[in-house]
């Protein structure tokens, strides 16, 4: 057999089925959370978040211009995801051949047996990560990770072809600098390739010095984790230093050009690569050629990075953070924007401000300007040379305008310095949040909340939570198996990972005998019965009693993806959503053991039958017992064919909105999919999508500020010098004995000012802004709210004269006060909502509530009284016409009826908002004494989002209750008994506990308890006797077992 050929062969076709099976299962349009930016950002090349892909960004625009239409770009861009995971399974089969030629010495000695065990132990490595859990989730969507592994991949692979090729190649040393390159591009989408480089120096040197000492085997370990150190920290953010220095002295100090200085630094740059490579050639130096051509092509490589800049100098709609000038885009690189985080030192969660020195100095903060001189005074700055212009056309004089780098944040006293006796070595219980506070002590059963952690506290943090639940959970769903895909809080019954061997899995997560039916049968259960943990396990093994320097250097390969991962970002309790994404690099090296415990099964039998037979027999029995079971395993909860949720939903948040409205969000998945449809599709781009979070930035103010395709600019009052970062960042509550209310116009009048009675005296010496009143009135122009069609005339007595406005906070934020200064100056001339998502507490809409009027996916805020009693989204009245229309008629619901389309956690749960807003439209209509209607709505939500896909869950409630209401006795009944079923099932699960399990699953069924009970209120207020007294047994008999709620 020819092995090289064989070797291609093979490697084509399995990347022929990861292809297959990816195209096949990818989503054809938008999916939830970052999905939807990086869509929109790629087809107009605009500007994400911090740090930034514009490589990914590069190649998604070079995918979507073979779309057919706007629809089917993001179609395109997933399709990139997907080739760059079938890339990635290619390059991972030839790395575990490599490596399996190697064990059993080398291409000369292959026999036809060996070859085919080689073949078919890549087959059944690279094929178990094909169909592996975290894998197939990201090579599906239009997300940075699916490309990230293609560049880890192809990274590992090549210093394996390097090794091949060094002894009789003399250009072997061009895969190193293929590495450099790749290295660098990747950069411009994820820098989890950065931490294979010791992995890869191990090659290196083991193939340099192939009889290692102990010391030289320290040091090459040291060395190869300080060119990953060098890499990360070194080469490239001091290029990006280099040029903002340069930019910075060149037009502050010298009085130059706006990117003077950015322009001589990549000079000075060129010109010093260029030297360093001709002086080596001179000295006949050619391992320091080769390692400045290196780093040459490293930084050619992130050259990318200079089209962010290019297009944010365009001003696109989306231009996070505008990197317009190397001052901003160091500082977008380094994800200032996001702040920092203690990694092996630093401060504990509870630490207090140290009282001799409680603050310290932060960076400064420049921004580019025009500055308005008379003389040497500075009179005032504007953003725009235009404005500049204007306003000195306007003052005459002797005015001149000053291009520079503005001082906009002095950062005096800014970042907090804590008590020392709070700080320390490897901090891992730090985050200050409330929320992340009381989830520390949770978990760790903190008694003194107030007393210093010890050392020993932040350890059984790491290993019980970061390493347990934030790593190790999500290795074993990949190789053992995932119970389901509900995100993990400590509970026994969401999120473990499982083996599907009763008995073991019985020691963990309750009797298994015992498991409802609708939790076996829940599509994203997935059991491998942790054949492919142990054929890995093996394969570790065997490796290691083969050839132990592969060994080490795939073991940092998986650590440095994996733990190393762990320790930089020292996950908090409890994360947005779950992160198994991240650590991708582990689970792919993990599948080269796989593939090798396949290959050492067959070295094993073959010592005790026929080779040729044992080959056949090994690699046919690993392949149905690992890649088989995993495809079919996860098929139906990996396959997105077809689904179009996340699209639809966006659309219906924009279509609750009226033309040209301004729509306040919150979120990722309440802002990403809206910004995809309206730059992708062009949907509804008339109406302003203005996300709270990022409201607190001025490049963010400044972007709302200009017109974007047929959606006016949002009209805030304030000028750029007076939001800029650094100016009213947070106006602090003085009470100056002011009485009455402030009308809203004064109050933003007031807060321009910058006289010293707007101000007052910190602490540490600073003038901060501040407000002496917290009790607004908007006054209301009745004409102009019927005139702009808010309210119909026939309803103008339900139009309140006033808003007396009353704010509950100590301070006011620069978003609170974007969000004041709209409604003082709109004057109804322009729609404004809420998304329903904004938040679930009153604070969360600035107190607005109770004049919210709720017409579809969002609040639209109305001169109209409606108190609310009620959290969540239940606030302000429903206009039941235009809610109606909405939901029956003109919202889509990206065939999440379909009985093949499947829903995961993030689909279903954001699907939940429906339910309840139908529930509020039926109860709203029932009220208005449309019975009918109401049953035809909560009938259509029904059919829409079926219990057999959504669950019994606390959102089907207020559909029962719509129902009895509106004489729909029978449905509603239904409903109720087949929700107490599942409770039924799964209280019996629990009841079987012993009484210390029942304990640590106390919250779970305490929870059902509570559903079976609000079932119960439901029915003794709706229905006739007989019912009541049936369920009332059904529910003692259900809650016997757990006495009197201790269990």
Not at 15 to 44: H, N, R
Not at 101 to 106: E, P, Q, T
Not at 251 to 263: A, D, E, K, R, Y
Not at 616 to 621: A, D, F, S
Request: glycine share 6%; charged share 20%.
């Amino acid at each position: 057999m020819n092995y090289k050929k064989l070797n291609n062969v093979f490697g084509w076709a399995v990347f022929a089925i990861a292809t297959t099976t990816y195209f096949m299962t990818i989503e054809p349009t938008t999916s939830f959370w970052d999905c939807g930016e990086y869509i929109a950002t790629s087809v107009k090349l605009q500007v994400g978040h911090p740090p930034g892909a514009p490589f990914f960004q590069l190649m998604g625009n070079l995918f979507g211009q073979f779309a057919a239409n706007p629809d089917s770009q993001a179609l395109m861009v997933n399709a990139l995801s997907a080739l760059s995971s079938s890339f990635s399974i290619l390059f991972l089969f030839w790395t575990i051949t490599a490596l399996g030629v190697k064990l059993l010495g080398g291409q000369d000695k292959l026999d036809n047996a060996g070859t085919i065990a080689i073949l078919g132990a890549g087959a059944v490595g690279a094929l178990a990560y094909t169909f592996s859990d975290s894998f197939w989730f990201s090579a599906v969507e239009g997300e940075v990770y699916a490309m990230s592994s293609f560049f880890t991949a192809a990274a590992f692979w090549a210093v394996l072809k390097w090794e091949q090729a060094v002894d009789h190649d003399p250009y072997a040393n061009k895969w190193l600098l293929l590495i450099a390159y790749l290295v660098g591009l990747s950069v411009g989408v994820h820098i989890l390739v950065f931490l294979t480089i010791p992995a890869i120096g191990m090659i290196y040197y083991f193939k340099k010095y192939p009889n290692p000492t102990r010391n030289g085997f320290i040091i090459a370990n040291g060395a190869s984790i300080a060119v990953l150190g060098l890499v990360f920290a070194f080469i490239i953010p001091i290029v990006l230093k280099l040029f903002s220095t340069l930019e910075i002295n060149f037009v502050n100090n010298f009085g130059l050009p706006f990117h003077s200085g950015t322009i001589a630094a990549f000079l000075i740059l060129t010109a010093a690569l260029v030297f360093g490579i001709m002086w080596a050639q001179k000295k006949n130096k050619p391992l320091y050629q080769q390692a400045i051509i290196g780093v040459m092509l490293i930084v050619m490589g992130y050259s990318t990075f200079i089209m962010l800049a290019i297009r944010s100098n365009a001003n696109t709609p989306i231009d996070e953070n505008n990197p317009e000038d190397a001052m901003s885009l160091l500082a977008y690189y380094n994800r200032e924007q996001y702040g920092d985080w203690p990694i092996l030192y630093g401060k504990s969660f509870n630490a207090p401000y140290d009282r001799s020195n409680p603050f310290d100095d932060g960076k400064p903060v420049y921004q580019r300007g025009y500055a308005v001189m008379n003389g040497p005074k500075q009179m005032t700055s504007f953003k725009l040379k235009t404005e500049a212009e204007a306003y000195v056309l306007a003052n005459g004089g002797n005015l001149t305008i000053d291009g520079k780098y503005l001082l906009t944040d002095d950062k005096k006293g800014s970042v907090p310095n804590y008590d020392p006796r709070y700080k320390g070595f490897f901090p891992r219980i730090w985050n200050d949040d409330p929320q992340y506070r009381q989830n520390y002590i949770n978990i760790m059963d903190i008694k003194d909340p107030e007393a210093p952690i010890t050392f020993a506290q932040h350890v059984r943090f790491f290993f019980e939570y970061q390493i347990g639940k934030m790593w190790f959970r999500y290795f074993m769903w990949n190789y053992s198996g995932r119970q389901n895909d509900e995100q993990h809080r400590y509970e026994i019954s969401k999120g473990n990972w499982i083996t599907g061997i009763p008995f073991l899995d019985s020691m963990r997560l309750g009797n298994q005998d015992n498991l409802p039916d609708h939790w076996k049968n829940n599509p994203s259960r997935n059991t491998y019965f942790m054949l492919p943990f142990l054929l890995g396990i093996f394969g570790l093994y065997y490796q290691y009693k083969k050839n132990n320097k592969d060994a080490w250097a795939v073991t940092l390969f998986f650590l440095l993806t994996g733990i190393a991962i762990v320790v930089y970002t020292n996950h908090k309790p409890f994360e947005p959503r779950e992160r198994d994404y991240a650590f991708v690099g582990s689970f792919y090296a993990y599948a080269i053991w796989i593939g090798l415990g396949a290959l050492g099964l067959w070295d094993v039998l073959r010592a005790k039958m026929s080779p040729q037979v044992a080959s056949y027999l090994v690699i046919g029995t690993a392949m149905l017992a690992v890649p088989v079971r995993m495809a079919a395993e996860n098929w139906d909860d990996h396959n997105r064919s077809n689904r179009y949720t996340a699209r639809d939903i966006a659309k219906a948040y924009l279509d609750s909105c009226e033309p040209n409205a301004i729509l306040f969000t919150n979120g990722d998945n309440d802002t990403f999919p809206l910004w995809y449809v309206q730059e992708v599709e062009g949907y509804r781009t008339d109406v302003r999508i203005v996300n709270l979070s990022l409201l607190n930035t001025d490049w963010y103010i400044d972007q709302q500020r200009r017109k974007a395709y047929d959606g006016e600019a949002v009209p805030f009052s304030f000028d750029w010098n007076q939001y800029v970062q650094g100016t009213r960042d947070v106006l602090y509550y003085r009470d100056l004995g002011v009485k009455g209310r402030w009308n809203v116009k004064d109050f933003i009048q007031f807060t321009k000012r910058d006289d010293s009675q707007v101000k007052f005296k910190a602490s540490g010496g600073k003038e901060l802004p501040l407000f002496p009143q917290k009790n607004f009135r908007i006054n209301i122009d009745k004409e102009a709210v019927f005139a702009n069609g808010v309210v119909d005339v026939a309803d103008s007595a339900s139009v309140v004269d006033y808003i007396d406005w009353n704010w509950k906070a100590n301070v006011i934020t620069k978003r609170d006060l974007m969000v004041i200064d709209l409604i003082a100056n709109n004057n109804w001339e322009r729609p404004i909502y809420f998304s329903i998502t904004v938040g679930n507490s009153p604070k969360a809409y600035f107190w607005l509530n109770d004049y919210f009027r709720l017409e579809g996916m969002a609040y639209r805020f109305v001169p109209q009284y409606y108190p609310s009693n009620t959290q969540g989204i239940d606030y302000g009245r429903v206009d039941t016409d235009i809610m109606y229309d909405n939901l029956l008629n003109k919202f889509e619901y990206g065939n999440m009826e379909l009985p093949d389309v499947y829903l995961d956690e993030t689909n279903r749960r954001l699907s939940y908002n429906l339910r309840t807003i139908f529930g509020r439209l039926a109860n709203e209509l029932v009220t208005e004494g449309e019975n009918d209607k109401a049953v035809e709505a909560l009938d259509f939500a029904m059919e829409k989002m079926p219990v057999e896909k959504f669950g019994y869950n606390y959102f089907v409630f207020g559909i029962i209750d719509a129902y009895y209401k509106a004489g729909a006795t029978e449905k509603a009944r239904e409903l109720t008994w087949a929700f107490a079923d599942r409770l039924d099932d799964e209280l019996a699960f629990y009841a079987a506990f012993d009484r210390k399990d029942k304990r640590a699953a106390s919250n779970e069924w305490r929870t059902n308890l509570q559903f079976y009970q609000m079932l119960l209120r439901n029915v003794q207020m709706h229905d006739n006797n007989d019912s009541v007294q049936n369920f009332y047994q059904r529910y003692n008999a259900a809650a016997s077992p757990f006495g009197n709620g201790q269990g």
